[in-house]
């Protein structure tokens, strides 16, 4: 448990407590892209590799945003030429329901995710003039 | 996750939502405004404002967002798996299209 102060002395206190929201949301996406970066590398590591075309079809791509929200992709598949077949990469969904390298990728991740965003998230919070974390 | 429509991709989505932390942030703020005036128009001396400046509770308000920061996209699909982590909202749900269900069960 982190312990959060907050300094009703400073004159920026209104304002810093109204900025939480954005400071989480960017230390949340920023958050999600370590994540996604994490998750595609043990991606990348658990796949079953023959020509190596699907692992390198693995990729982090920016989402959406909207006003309260970001989100990453973590794709695999399309964007890759098979060298054997001469063509994209188009087998990536029946590795995944066979083997599960993806699924695996993301129960590793999620650990990792958990502390990614505590000290993401506290990193831009502690950006506040009137908060000590 | 999802799969296109040929099969030919897998895709995780990460998507993080800080719409409830808005909501308990301008809550908070609303609550911090008031305790604080109300110190100073009643004269507190310094040192009670100085004790007042370290609120707990926006400890307890912080953890309670990172609870509604992470969400994987959720959605439904013949094939779905949902994995949940501790107190965070945390789920990964996995969709095929029948077509490629059709293949893997014929």
Known sequence: MTDIFVDL???TVKQDIAA???KLLEGAEEAILQVADLMKGLWQIHIRVDTGSARDSIRVERGGLGMHWREVRVRGGGYVVNPKTGRLVDYMGIIELKYGAGRQA?????PEALAIIN???LD???QL???TV | M???PGGSFVEYKIRVDTSE???SVSELNRLFTTYLSLARRTGLPESIVDALSRIYQLQAAIQALYRSILLLEAASGPIGWAIALGGISLSAVMITDQALIGARTR
Not at chain 1, 106 to 110: G, L
């Open chain 2, 21 to 23: 932390a808005a909501t």
């Open chain 2, 2 to 4: 999802a799969f296109d």
């Open chain 1, 106 to 110: 993301w129960n590793e991740v999620q």
């Open chain 1, 119 to 121: 000290r993401v998230c």
């Open chain 1, 129 to 131: 003039a009137s908060v």
């Open chain 1, 9 to 11: 002395n400073s004159g």
């Open chain 1, 20 to 22: 939480i929201p954005n």
């Open chain 1, 124 to 126: 831009q919070i502690r």
